[in-house]
């Protein structure tokens, strides 16, 4: 399935979306559609999940409008149902002060799972910026995250960029409000 005819942006609204995304066996369902179909048979494989656990996942995501079928086969007598996902990126609600951050949280889950002898880039720098500098490099990630997912080939294995630029709460504040 082509993704030009994708809309760009899927907005989670609703308790059920957030429930759906929130689960961290759905959040790699959909990094096995992200870039093609796949039926629950190649997506319990890949994900390494029985096909009646796969299934529930996939109806739970379909149900909340992330996914969806985009080609039917018979087979053997049977349906084979395709999906994909229903955009190219899910943008999250903010989380709310104190509230998790659901891609951070996914992001580590999948790090740890990841190959430790793999080859992995995993780096924290502490920077002191002005509001232009922090907006400024913003930008620039996003677009080096975008230009890097234009050039995304399927055939190729999986690779994940995550990248989070924020303001930490200061010790100071932290500690004023524990008083």
Avoid: C, W
């Avoid at 959040?27 to 179909?37: G, K, N, Q, S, T």
């Avoid at 039926?39 to 379909?62: C, F, M, N, P």
């Avoid at 922090?134 to 995250?145: D, S, T, V």
């Amino acid at each position: 399935m082509p993704t030009d005819d994708l809309p760009e942006t899927f907005r989670v609204t609703t308790d059920e979306q957030l429930r759906a995304v929130s689960n961290l066996t759905r959040h790699r369902i959909m990094a096995v559609l992200r870039f093609e179909p796949a039926t629950i048979t190649q997506i319990a494989a890949r994900v390494g999940l029985a096909k009646g656990s796969s299934s529930y996942h996939v109806r739970l995501l379909e149900r909340a409008g992330l996914v969806k079928v985009v080609r039917t086969r018979k087979v053997r007598g049977v349906t084979e149902r395709y999906y994909a996902m229903a955009a190219r990126s899910i943008e999250l609600p903010d989380p709310g002060e104190g509230g998790p951050d659901l891609l951070m949280r996914h992001a580590v889950a999948d790090l740890e799972a990841s190959p430790a002898d793999g080859e992995r880039h995993v780096r924290m720098a502490h920077l002191r910026l002005t509001d232009e500098q922090f907006a400024e490099l913003g930008a620039r990630l996003q677009a080096l995250a975008d230009e890097y997912r234009e050039l995304s080939d399927p055939s190729l294995p999986d690779t994940s960029l995550v990248f989070a630029l924020f303001h930490p709460t200061s010790h100071e504040q932290a500690d004023g409000e524990s008083e």
